[in-house]
């Protein structure tokens, strides 16, 4: 498969042929239809992590905000077959430990997020492990361009604004720093009927909240 390569830190991704990944046991192997650049992704490839023993075995694919189709299905799945349109959230976790079970994926035990433990959405295909917990199904009624976000920084903003302020209509909202997860907490703030202020220093950003 075709894949933008990490081939060293602060390095042009190089596009190159890579061999395809293959699905474990309990896991799929997605082909990517879409995929958001996050500024996670940014601080792998410039290597900032490192002082907290984040390093990149390299080469590597990065990519965390993908959607696509499953293409293969590892023997202990039970829920997803192949053709189906699968959106791929950033938390993965392996599904038994304390955490996964309370519903709290993006703080298991076991940190599984694609992209960083394994090749991610910067290649046409990607493994992702225990997909019965971890895939989220993603209607024909919704772009796979539009979709790549959602599992990420709308998934981020979604759960700071829903699930922890238990923002309401009527509330007001203020929203300091307008990139992705900000630009997502806008318009998430807005359907919940609550009056938000967005703030930030570029005025191209505020151009867009």
């Known amino acids: ?13 190089v596009v190159r042929d890579v061999p395809d990944p293959t699905p474990p046991e309990k896991g799929v192997v997605v082909r990517v239809e879409a ?13 900032d992590w490192s002082w907290i023993g984040l390093q990149l075995p390299l080469p590597h694919v990065l990519g965390h905000e993908f959607c696509g189709v ?7 799945v039970t829920r997803w077959r192949r053709g189906d ?8 976790g392996e599904g038994s430990c304390e955490w996964c079970r309370s519903g709290h994926h993006n703080i ?18 990607a493994g992702v492990p225990f997909a019965d917990v971890n ?47 900000g630009l997502s907490a806008v318009q998430i703030a807005t359907a919940l009927g609550a009056n938000v ?9 505020l151009a867009f909240a």
């Not at 995929?35 to 290597?47: A, K, Q």
């Not at 349109?85 to 993965?92: A, I, K, T």
């Not at 202020?197 to 950003?205: G, L, N, R, T, Y």
């Open 197 to 205: 202020i967005a703030v930030d220093i570029a005025d191209e950003k």
């Open 108 to 125: 298991c035990d076991t940190m599984l997020t694609p992209g960083v433990v394994s090749w991610g959405g910067y290649g046409r295909r």
């Open 35 to 47: 995929n958001g650049i996050c500024r996670t992704d940014w601080h792998l490839w410039m290597g």
């Open 85 to 92: 349109r699968v959106l791929v959230p950033f938390s993965v």
């Open 70 to 76: 499953i293409d293969e299905v590892g023997p202990g």
């Open 135 to 181: 895939l989220v199904p993603l209607p024909e009624s919704i772009g796979f361009v539009e979709a790549a976000s959602m599992g990420c920084r709308y998934m981020t903003s979604f759960h700071g604004l829903v699930d922890q302020a238990k923002v309401g209509a009527g509330e007001w909202v203020a929203v300091h720093g307008c990139g992705g997860v």
């Open 1 to 13: 498969m075709r894949a933008a390569v990490m081939e060293g830190i602060r390095q042009p991704l």
